[in-house]
């Protein structure tokens, strides 16, 4: 079950960022962001109804609620809007692949959620560097004058604040009902996003068609709603640096859709960055001490094979 889940977000978040272009092409970053978990919102808030799923939080855990709302909504996705007005969507996924290594370095070092693991670490720069050689072409492509290089420092800064914010769900709301917890989330997330588009952005600019509507109202049932959700429910399972792998397999789903669906031929280099990538999620999910277990007991049975010829 969390391996299908698990493989559900990968699809949905690796078209996401397309969406996301989509999005800005008729709203302004911060208030297009605040009307997708506006929508999300309300999807929750019915769903929580229909099934009689209580709301109610506990008081000590409000405050933790608000600043990882603030981490992961007006910042991250605050940021996350306004750097793409400026970059492509592949080269937007290449920049915020620092996300699971600023997991790493959270849950480590600053929050200490995770014991240190070499190996994580190597993995996670290797599964970047993959997914930097899938999307080398586009990164080649990208002309960096002053709006650029702002774009991917706000790309960057997004995906060290989502880190925080994962990592502090994972430590201090790990108990609370995933659903009733995307909710009070999204909600306070929509009223930041809101004032910072007040002080930040003309509302006059918003201009709408079909095409951005689908974008908004999928981005916020499919890739909000229903993925949140579910991300949450993982997070109690797993650890925040393995479920920050999604973000090295986007990526991959992105190549293989664009393959089945628009007949798009995969290049040599591509198909080098996935195995790179492949390579770095093992070496992050590689079980030390599994491996010593093993090696010992391989050296006992050698020595013993040995003693009795």
Avoid at 8 to 24: N, S
Avoid at 47 to 66: A, G
Avoid at 247 to 273: K, N, S
Wanted: with cysteine.
């Amino acid at each position: 079950m969390r391996i299908v889940i698990f493989i559900f977000l990968c699809i949905v978040w690796g078209t996401t960022w397309v969406a996301i272009k989509v999005t800005l092409e008729g709203f302004p970053p911060f208030l297009g962001a605040a009307f997708r978990f506006a929508v999300a919102s309300l999807l929750l808030f019915s769903f929580l109804r229909l099934k009689n799923i209580s709301m109610k939080i506990k008081r000590s855990d409000f405050f933790m609620i608000s600043l990882s709302a603030f981490f992961l909504y007006a910042l991250d996705y605050g940021l996350i809007y306004w750097g793409e007005q400026y970059l492509s969507a592949g080269v937007t996924a290449i920049f915020f692949a620092t996300f699971p290594l600023f997991t790493g370095i959270w849950a480590t070092f600053l929050f200490r959620n995770e014991s240190f693991r070499w190996n994580k670490f190597v993995g996670l720069l290797l599964a970047l560097a993959g997914v930097v050689v899938v999307f080398l072409d586009q990164l080649i492509l990208t002309q960096f004058d002053q709006m650029i290089i702002l774009g991917v420092a706000a790309i960057i800064s997004g995906a060290a604040f989502a880190a925080i914010a994962l990592v502090l769900v994972k430590k201090y709301l790990a108990t609370v009902q995933p659903v009733a917890l995307s909710f009070h989330q999204m909600l306070q997330g929509v009223i930041f996003l809101l004032v910072f588009s007040l002080f930040l952005e003309n509302p006059t600019l918003v201009t709408l068609n079909m095409r951005v509507i689908i974008a908004v109202c999928y981005l916020g049932a499919v890739g909000s709603a229903l993925a949140f959700a579910l991300y949450y429910f993982l997070l109690q399972q797993m650890s925040a640096i393995t479920l920050s792998l999604i973000i090295y397999i986007t990526p991959i789903i992105a190549l293989i859709f664009d393959y089945l669906v628009f007949g798009e031929v995969i290049q040599i280099r591509a198909i080098i960055g996935m195995f790179i990538i492949f390579a770095g999620i093992a070496f992050v999910e590689l079980d030390l001490k599994r491996l010593n277990t093993f090696h010992k007991r391989f050296k006992v049975h050698h020595n013993n094979k040995h003693l009795n010829s």
